[in-house]
């Protein structure tokens, strides 16, 4: 066998592992959008700089990309982007060795972002696009080697020494790059991950399992399918959304119309609850936490839900326990990693929902932290979201409605409110979605909002975005999921409706809706066509199910 041969027979073996590991993931429609737009942009960075040899933004896009997505939107980028780009370029030989060695950029990515929790620095990210940089071009160099005539180390040797300036001229411009972006990029992209989940799981005997927000296409897009899809959205850049699924939400004591619920309803949903409440305590991991899934690892962002939701159902989260450790222990024992506000806001909630102190919470005080998070404007990252839990974790910590942090974010958010009356998710003129707006309304209630306006356009906003199935999608207009009708059902508690008695032309209620989704096993399924994370869905719908608004 030939060197050419058999160098391009691992190069395809690379690929083939990448594209496979892809389809077997499952990825929801949503982040097949995001890593579509991605692949895209980054394609576009490369060829803008066409005029300039060897600088190029591409290796900091996708080793950020992976950094903040995870190893298979990384390695995706990473070689999408180098196909898409050589269609102007020029199609080569060379294209699948780029496709792997920019692959395998986004995989170091995300490597770096699992050592290093996600907490590196500007300086930091920046060196490590360098270093990649480098890394990918002696993969080059590798290939005229096995193209040349000679396959001795001295000729790999010379085939390195000659490309020596054009490679220290990519890791230079790679640094740059990662200097002036990757900080703020890395930023962006936690939020989308944050707000979607990318890995799915086989269905087990109950049928198919989903995670967060996919729409019913999503089960048709698998892996090279949905990736040869992804080169005709790079002529729609602008069409794919980054609009991702909701955030973790949720809030304890019941709105005043809840109290139009009688107890005998109140009975008869405890008992209903008791399905999904063995579902998590049979997911949960010997280390106290849990994962997205029964035998997944424990996230700290599912083990923070799934407390939420135990708690909600009115069992003690901090009493739950499997081989010893609870879900308070395997929270405690991750305080370390929490990076962001939100983090800091999810655990607050978390903690109170295990009558655990933010103020010493492994040696943090969380409450803290997030006092540091706030913005000038009295907001939390300027975002609609983070400001509206930043409300709910504050109170959860004992902070009254009047303490003067909640009383600025709390005007915050009435000017952030659309022309539809609903909120976004950053800020005034992003589009209006479900659980912002149900995030809003419970935040303003808790903290007795004194503008009623705002409170009562909020719901009419989610009263009109109901499906005629019961049930809410994310945006107005979608299919139907079980975390955004969680969210509208806690947001029309918080504003003095039954979300039992909001039906749309005869249908389910948005509780009626999420009920329809319990699973043979216990799990809540995230929609009829989609069951993915279902720790986190069942967790959140148990909020919502056991009529309590945040916190917890």
């Known amino acids: 066998m030939s060197w050419p041969l058999a160098s391009f027979l691992i190069v395809a073996l690379v690929l083939g592992l990448g594209w496979l590991a892809y389809e077997r993931a499952r990825p929801s429609a949503r982040m097949v959008a995001v890593v579509a737009t991605l692949s895209a942009l980054a394609a576009l960075g490369r060829d803008a700089f066409v005029a300039l040899p060897d600088v190029k933004p591409i290796t900091a896009m996708t080793l950020v990309v992976g950094y903040a997505l995870g190893p298979l939107p ?40 699992r050592v ?42 010379a085939a390195a020494g000659a490309a020596l300036p054009f490679d220290l001229t990519d890791t230079i411009a790679s640094l740059l790059f990662g200097l002036a972006f990757g900080p703020e990029l890395a930023r962006l992209l936690a939020r989308v991950r944050m ?31 949905a990736l040869a899809l992804v080169l005709a959205c790079c002529a729609a850049l602008g069409a794919a959304q980054l609009a991702g699924a909701g955030v973790a939400r949720a809030r304890t004591r019941p709105a005043s119309a809840a109290a139009g ?44 839900w799934a407390a939420m939701g135990l708690a909600a159902s009115g069992r003690q989260p901090q009493n739950v326990r499997r081989d010893g450790r609870s879900p308070l222990d395997y929270m405690r024992s991750r305080v370390g990693t929490l990076s962001g506000v939100g983090d800091v806001e999810r655990t607050i909630l978390a903690a109170h929902a295990c009558a655990a102190s933010a103020y010493s919470f492994a040696g943090y005080n969380l409450v803290a932290e997030l006092l540091r998070g706030r913005a000038g404007d009295g907001s939390f990252g300027e975002q609609v979201n983070l400001t509206s839990f930043g409300i709910f974790a504050l109170l ?32 005034r003129g992003t589009g209006s979605d479900v659980d912002d707006t149900a995030a809003v309304v419970q935040a303003l209630f808790d903290a007795r909002a004194r503008d009623a306006h705002v409170l009562s356009t909020a719901a009419r906003y989610l009263v ?21 009708s969680a969210w509208a059902a806690q947001g029309l508690l918080a504003s003095g409706r039954d979300p039992a008695l909001v039906r749309r032309r005869g249908g389910r209620s948005p509780i009626g809706y999420l009920e329809s989704l319990v699973s043979s096993d216990g799990s809540v399924r995230y929609s009829r066509t989609s069951a993915q994370t279902p720790v986190w869905v069942t967790g959140q719908a148990l909020v919502a199910l056991a009529r309590r608004i945040f916190p917890v």
């Not at 590196?120 to 940089?133: H, I, N, S, Y």
């Open 261 to 304: 619920v009688t107890s005998r309803v109140r009975a008869a949903r405890v008992a209903r609850a008791l399905p999904e409440v063995s579902y998590l305590r049979g997911a949960q991991n010997s280390d106290g936490g849990f994962g997205g899934a029964r035998g997944q690892a424990s996230g700290e962002l599912y083990t923070a």
């Open 116 to 157: 290093s929790s996600r907490s590196l620095g500007r300086l930091g990210l920046a060196v490590a696009c360098a270093v990649c940089a480098l890394a990918a071009k002696e993969v080059m160099n590798v290939y005229t080697w096995t193209i040349g005539a000679s396959h001795t180390p001295a000729a790999l040797l």
């Open 195 to 225: 707000r979607m989940h990318v890995s799915w799981e086989d269905a087990g005997a109950s049928g198919p399992r989903d995670g967060r927000r996919a729409a019913s296409a999503a089960d048709g897009l698998r892996g090279a399918t």
């Open 464 to 484: 009109r975005a109901q499906n005629p199935d019961g049930g809410y999608p994310q945006r107005p207009g979608g299919q139907s999921n079980a975390q955004s």
């Open 74 to 113: 990384g390695f995706t980028v990473g070689a999408l982007g180098m196909l898409a780009s050589n269609v102007l370029l020029g199609q080569g030989s060379y294209t699948p060795w780029q496709m792997a060695a920019w692959g395998m950029v986004g995989l170091a990515g995300a490597g770096l972002g």
């Open 396 to 427: 959860a910590a004992g902070r009254p409605p009047g303490y003067r942090p909640i009383r600025k974010a709390t005007g915050w958010l009435e000017h952030q409110q659309n022309a539809d009356g609903g909120f976004g998710f950053a800020a």
